[in-house]
């Protein structure tokens, strides 16, 4: 009974791995060979991969293991002085993107349901593509970086709620839709706070007993995110919900940094699958029904988020290169604009031809603003004369002239008073966290 399903599966996992080898090497994401797997395998090409429960169950799966990975990766801590412009920055994005965005569709002409559902799905960056793409020109960790993750943390927030939100029961009046916000934020802080006392009290201890084993850990890592899973479905809300905040709970723990990298090659697979069955069920008409408008405002989308962000990061103090190198990177529409757009056609709130619409939005934007991204400089280079003075950031705290030492035994004990305030301690022994929490310096367990 599984063969068709099996065949199917393997078909899918050959071509996106085929395709993401070919478009790797010309420096485009692997989301796009997703993406473009299902359209090929789907019926708007070849049509040899149709929709089956055994796809739509991993693609489910894929969905929640992705929230789930993104929460494991929000150590709020990390953020430090940023959180608050950050924040400020986020909300300020959202607003002016969410009113662009309405304003371009709106003069297409398609329907009210229709204009609010591209605004809302359009205006967040797409996580994976951005930190992929910056860790390998080696500007994750700088400041433009720092701010451009710091502000998908937050737009991962948006996410969850608007994810929520679109699978509500019924959203036909305001009356309804205030009170779905309220029940939805009220289930979600029950989710939150189990979590978090699960993270502080649980499962500090739980990890730091297994830690020794690869195996058990990783198990235990997934464990929890079934455990929050049941709890959403419990509660009728959508799973990703309580996935999100299980990894959102564990990315506080010291064990974040390895429970990550375990749970990375599960979560690949599973996203493989949701991404590649998003083009299982558009058909070529559905594809093509507004590729103009899609590509039109793909174009306007890329060039307001520049400037938007720019802006946004400017009016905080940040210097003109750390504002146009963070807003460069942000240009996208990202993979949760898909993934809204499918819940959404299966709330019934917008058909597959919206569904097409954004699909060649974000297959484009996503292209295109990954030579942005690898570029980046170049271009700052050529439009430098342009821009303000830069005059740095000076009121940044940073840490210089520190010393790092890797592991944590008895000679670094016995040396813990000599060695000053200004030491990051590197260990990956579960026994020494607690040790190190009290300690005062700064650590990193990995």
Known sequence: MLAPFSADFAILVLTASALGFLLHRFGQPTIVAYILTGFLLGPAVLGWVGESSFIALLSELGLAFLLFFLGIEM??????????PLIRITVLQRL???SVVFAVVSWFGF?????????????FGATPVIVKLLNDIGELNTLPGRIDVGVLVFQDI????LLALLSAQSLTS???????????LGLIGLIAGIAWAASTYVLPDVFKRVSRSQHAFFIHGIASAFIFISLSQALNLPIEIGAFLAGLGLGQMPFQ????ERVRPLTLLFMVVFFSSIGLGISWENLTSYWGEALLTGGLLMVGNALIMYYAIRREAFSPKT????????????????????????????????LGFLSIMALSTMTASAFLINYNRDLYALIEQWLPDDEGDDWLSTKTDHTVIVGYDDTIRALRSSLGSDVTIVDNSAENVAELQQSGFDYTYG
């Open 75 to 84: 150590n709020l801590e990390e953020l430090g002085d940023l959180i608050k």
């Open 96 to 98: 002016m993107q969410v």
């Open 111 to 123: 329907d009210l349901v229709s204009v609010l559902i591209i605004s809302v799905a359009t205006v």
């Open 158 to 161: 948006y996410v969850v709620l």
């Open 174 to 184: 305001g009356w309804l839709i205030a009170w779905s916000v309220l029940k939805i």
């Open 257 to 260: 940094g390895e429970l990550k």
């Open 323 to 354: 504002s146009f190198l963070g807003a460069i990177h942000m240009t996208q529409a990202s993979e949760f604009t898909l993934v809204a757009g499918s819940v959404a056609v299966a709330q019934g709130y917008v058909t597959n031809d919206i």
